[in-house]
């Protein structure tokens, strides 16, 4: 699948984690990106290490820049200024996708906004991502997963339990890394559409849809029956074969048995407790349902007679779906992950390696080749020469600071 965006370039304009995610998808897929970093500052997560909050100080992976900017060439290009705008210009005339997450009044005042890039490329796939939404009161203001995820879009209050006080945070770009796969498959869609019509379509996602598409059968349950959906205690459901059980090291396993009837007998008897098939209280969902209280305290001791590893041994058989609720450290050594290629290994340019995970989209059941994130302005020498400038010109750009 490396190849499937082979000869397609793509130029950058962006930071943080929602855009350039798309981007590290692209060049997944084959795309040239190019990502576009002001020449003294670059894209500003490159920044959190020196901040402190990335552990190890300088020489660190940074692991929140080298997820969603793997594969990329870094150019240092003050785009503020007629010089370097000029060369992104150029970059530009030869690009097939510009992808940009500077709000609408930046980009007027860069002059890379739709009508700019378009003068200059009128087939280019011009692509946003933006908090909000290109509409609205709100169009003109910043939005992170955090606020216009988590927050604005309602998934912080879908997820938080109803018994607990505050509202449940969210995980580092959660919603910005999902982002990413709908803004590259916009993207796709979009050079389909020139391909198809020869008309280049502007590519929109924002944070706020995204979530309020992830939370659709939530918000279409509430618009029909003019209130939100009932929450529970954040365990179980209604469905007690729906849920997660405390075993007994303190972990959980989770069940998804959505048809509960269907495997009610053959759980009950991988569980050992074969009693409960006929048990009245239990007989099928509606007594389950009527009994909730009763049948997930039966449940609760269950599962806390057996530790984690028994319990994953004892559902080898189970027809039903279960999963254990693992943690993000044991994904490294999950035989799945390993066997579907979900994390890639890749080498730094100073020598570091690590494991990047892969974009979960595959063809031919062949996971895609990973390449580490650029340093800073790695590529400005490179692509330049590209484009045709000699040294002298080159020279004179670094001199008045247009370039890094």
Not at 93 to 117: C, G, N, Y
Not at 344 to 351: C, F, I, L, N
């Amino acid at each position: 699948m490396a190849s499937a965006l082979s000869g397609v370039r793509v130029i950058e304009v962006a930071a943080w984690t929602f855009v350039p995610a798309a981007g590290a998808v692209l060049a997944d897929w084959g795309a040239d990106v190019i990502k576009v970093e002001h020449p003294e500052t670059g894209d500003p997560q490159r920044g959190l290490i020196s901040m402190g909050l990335i552990p190890g100080g300088p020489g660190a992976v940074n692991y929140i820049i080298e997820q969603p900017n793997r594969g990329k060439r870094s150019i240092g290009l003050d785009i503020s200024t007629e010089e370097g705008r000029g060369v992104l210009y150029k970059l530009v005339e030869s690009a097939d996708v510009f992808l940009t997450s500077f709000l609408p009044s930046v980009r007027q005042k860069l002059k890379i906004d739709v009508e700019h890039i378009r003068a200059v490329n009128p087939r280019i796939v011009y692509a946003r991502g933006s908090g909000q939404g290109p509409k609205g009161p709100d169009f003109d203001k910043g939005g992170y997963d955090g606020a216009s995820y988590w927050g604005r879009g309602g998934v912080s209050y879908a997820l938080t339990p109803g018994s607990s006080s505050s509202p449940i945070g969210g995980r580092p770009a959660f919603g910005d890394l999902a982002g990413g796969m709908a803004i590259a498959g916009g993207v796709v869609a979009g050079l389909l559409q020139l391909a198809r019509t020869g008309e280049a379509p502007i590519v929109d996602v924002s944070l706020l849809g995204l979530a309020m598409w992830v939370l659709s059968p939530d918000i279409v349950a509430s618009g029909i029956y003019g209130a939100p959906m009932p929450k529970f205690d954040g365990r179980v459901s209604p469905n007690p074969l729906v849920g997660s059980y405390k075993t007994g090291d303190d972990r959980f396993i989770t069940l998804m048995m959505l048809q509960g009837d269907r495997f009610w007998p053959d759980f009950c008897r991988h569980i050992d407790r074969p009693d409960l098939i006929e048990d009245p209280r239990f007989a099928d969902a509606a007594a389950r349902f009527e009994n909730l209280k009763d049948c997930v305290a039966i449940l609760d001791e269950v599962f806390a007679a057996r530790t984690l590893e028994e319990w994953k041994a004892t559902f080898q058989t189970l027809s039903g779906v279960w999963a254990p609720v693992q943690m993000p450290s044991e994904l490294v050594d999950d035989p799945q992950v390993g066997a579907n290629g979900y994390l890639g290994h890749v080498t730094r340019s100073d020598g570091k390696e690590y494991d990047l995970v892969a974009n979960p989209v595959q063809l031919d059941e062949t996971p895609d080749p990973l390449v580490a994130a650029p340093d800073h302005g790695e590529h400005t020498d490179e692509i330049l020469l590209e484009m045709g400038l000699d040294w002298d010109a080159i020279i004179k750009l670094k001199e008045t600071g247009a370039v890094l």
